[in-house]
């Protein structure tokens, strides 16, 4: 791996912000570049970084794929509207599912999910846009866990001999991609991004399919979708480094007045981390295990059984899939 990280402690924000900002604007010229905003600390700070540097020649899109927490698409373009970002919401969400039909190994998901991203929707976008630039909030971490064989993160392609040019008919410019999420954290607040978003928790690039265990379907995104609505509401309070409700594959059996329920499995994960490298379960007190147990199991269809994991990463990882 030929990226030099930036480590939090030599990063001078605004310093990297004036970099960052003369990089893009050097690459692209006086043409069009194209990037997706998901709402995450990454592809925030890669978005107003190329909206100082390109203004309008920026197209910025949410693109919106089926797997997005609930009413994601119009909360981040209201939001970035309001920093005077314009952003285009558009709806490839019958490409992705169809992508994902039948598939169950998670390596599998990731690159049925790359395909669709790179391939198919940002190939239009492109063609259609005349841009020849992609940028995108590819991170230190995504690269080094692909790298290294932990785990294929679907923005990581250079990295891996692939030449977007070739492939795709775009380059992609990573401006990010020497940084640690904390580090983001600090020049996304010196951009002047809202504490909700450069202190929001981590959220995987293949959204809510890294949190289903299985196949891919709508009504199985929609379970994880209530899930994690709950979760990130009762433990956004927690300062932990990240939360996440996951949707386990079988059916498991529960009892429901007096009578045998197969229903679905929630498994709950809350980390402490600094760099999502190495991560600890947060001892969450036990009524707050227990008002989450109760929640889930009520007011989200299905839903039978509530765990709690405990283990350390590693060996486990902060996301499921």
């Not at 605004?14 to 194209?34: D, H, M, N, P, R």
């Not at 991170?139 to 891996?160: C, F, S, W």
């Not at 992609?172 to 978003?197: D, F, M, S, W, Y």
């Not at 928790?201 to 379970?223: M, N, S, T």
Request: hydrophobic share 35%.
């Amino acid at each position: 791996m030929k990226i030099e990280e930036i480590r939090i402690e030599d990063l001078d924000p605004g310093k990297f912000i004036e970099q960052k900002v003369q990089e893009i604007s050097s690459v692209v010229g006086s043409g069009l570049a194209i990037n997706a905003l998901s709402g995450g600390v990454d592809s925030s700070t890669v978005t107003m970084l190329g909206y100082r540097a390109l203004g309008e020649r920026l197209k910025t899109y949410f693109i919106e794929n089926g797997l997005m927490r609930h009413d994601e698409p119009q909360k981040i373009v209201s939001l970035f509207e309001g920093l005077g970002v314009p952003v285009e919401i558009v709806d490839v969400q019958k490409q992705f599912f169809d992508a994902l039909k039948g598939l169950r190994d998670p390596e599998e998901k990731r690159e049925a999910i790359t395909q669709a991203f790179y391939r198919d929707v940002f190939g239009q976008l492109v063609r259609e846009s005349g841009a020849k630039y992609l940028l995108q909030g590819t991170n230190y971490t995504d690269v080094e866990e692909t790298v290294a064989g932990i785990k294929r993160q679907h923005n990581i392609l250079e990295q891996l001999g692939i030449d977007t040019e070739k492939r795709y008919g775009y380059v992609v410019i990573e401006p990010a991609i020497q940084l640690r999420k904390p580090a983001i954290r600090e020049v996304a607040k010196a951009l002047g991004l809202p504490e909700g978003i450069y202190h929001r928790p981590p959220f995987p690039g293949p959204a809510l399919a890294a949190r289903i265990i299985g196949e891919v379907i709508p009504e199985r995104v929609e379970i994880v979708r209530r899930a994690t609505k709950i979760v990130e509401e009762e433990l956004c309070d927690t300062g932990a480094f990240q939360y996440l409700a996951i949707l386990h594959d079988d059916r498991v059996t529960g009892v429901r007045k007096g009578k045998r329920d197969y229903g679905f499995q929630i498994e709950v994960r809350c980390w402490e981390s600094k760099d999502a490298i190495m991560g600890s379960p947060t001892r969450l007190p036990y009524d707050v295990l227990d008002r989450l147990a109760e929640r889930i199991t009520t007011e989200v269809p299905g839903v039978v059984s509530v765990t709690y994991n405990i283990t350390h990463k590693p060996p486990s990882t902060i996301e499921a899939i």
